[in-house]
């Protein structure tokens, strides 16, 4: 159990680029989930899947926003043109339904931290 | 909607001393209710759960939980903190359990010594 990763830790980006930030889940867990985290807040949902299958999206992700979790196993989000707004703390974390102590726990990555200028 | 209201944004405690972090949910359904920690520069780690059963629940580290449903609260207490306690703690709620949860805005917990 090598824990959830997230690649890169930090991306810094101008107005208007795209970026695109990896989430590899824990194996086996079948459901992801991406959050985003601003100052002084607590995480806010964003999408998630179980497997390949997209669940639901927030009202947060705009349509420059996109997620996809090909073959069911890492997750891609990308956002489309930028803005200043976009800086967060983006969070992904991955779950299992199991029974015993990993019920219904979600595990979180270390985060991706996003800085538009 | 579930919602969580973390009443207080900071909470400075003197070393050894006791603490309650506060917690209150609103749903209009059964929920599973969540702590988690974020120790300085790391990503969140659950601290414990209630899902059913006992209302007290415990983590490894002393701290325990109490949900009331009557209340609608669920808040973190420990009887004796220490330095390594410092840290940023998360209420959050979910209604399915295995779905996204809905957090609070955290609580920043600073242990003086």
């Known amino acids: 159990d090598t824990g959830v990763s997230q690649n890169p830790r930090h991306k810094i980006t101008k107005r208007g680029q795209n970026v695109t930030f990896r989430c590899d889940p824990i194996s086996e867990h079948n459901r992801l989930y991406w959050y985003r985290q601003t100052l002084g807040q607590g995480p806010e949902f964003l999408t998630y899947?179980?497997?390949?299958?997209?669940?639901?999206k927030s009202r947060l992700l705009s349509d420059r926003f996109s997620a996809e979790r090909p073959k069911g196993s890492f997750s891609t989000l990308e956002i489309q043109r930028t803005e200043q707004g976009d800086s967060a703390m983006y969070l992904c974390a991955s779950s299992l339904r199991a029974s015993g102590r990993a019920r219904y726990t979600q595990y979180f990555g270390p985060g991706t931290r996003l800085t538009v200028l | 909607a579930q919602s969580v209201t973390q009443l207080d944004s900071q909470v400075p405690v003197f070393e050894e001393a006791p603490v309650e972090l506060r917690c209150n949910y609103s749903?209009?359904?059964?929920?599973?209710l969540f702590w988690y920690v974020q120790y300085p520069n790391q990503g969140l780690q659950l601290l414990l759960k209630?899902?059913?059963?006992?209302?007290l629940v415990e983590s490894i580290n002393g701290f325990e939980a109490e949900f009331n449903k009557s209340q609608t609260s669920f808040h973190l207490r420990k009887p004796s903190v220490h330095i390594s306690d410092t840290a940023e703690y998360f209420c959050?709620?979910?209604?399915?359990?295995?779905?996204?949860?809905?957090f609070g805005k955290g609580t920043r917990l600073s242990v003086i010594a």
């Open positions: 899947f179980q497997n390949e299958a997209q669940l639901e």
């Open positions: 959050a709620v979910s209604p399915g359990g295995n779905t996204p949860l809905v």
């Open positions: 749903s209009s359904v059964s929920v599973y």
């Open positions: 209630y899902l059913s059963g006992s209302t």
